[in-house]
């Protein structure tokens, strides 16, 4: 697969026997989880919202061959703990 518009070559190859995973799947951390869920949708992904672990926001979809993917929005917890926020940290 070659995008036109990029310096940057992608490959995908899939084997004869290739079973996507429907368990163990990759978790990716997004910044604004509405706005990524919107743009899933829009090229057509079936997006899943999952709210039972808050306060994190979290979403599941299926790439092009049918493995599980969660896209997460990490909050701040009430004790004040902000995950992967290393800004005010002296």
Request: with cysteine; aromatic share 8%; net charge negative.
């Amino acid at each position: 697969m070659e995008d036109d518009d990029s310096t940057e070559n992608r490959y995908l190859g899939i084997e004869g026997h290739f079973r996507p995973t429907t368990k163990a799947h990759p978790g990716l951390r997004v910044a604004d989880l509405d706005a990524f869920a919107e743009r899933l949708a829009a090229h057509g992904a079936a997006v899943v919202w999952d709210d039972s672990l808050p306060p994190d926001r979290r979403i599941y979809c299926q790439d092009p061959v049918g493995n599980l993917l969660e896209f997460v929005e990490p909050r701040a917890r009430a004790s004040g703990w902000a995950p992967y926020n290393t800004a005010d940290a002296a």
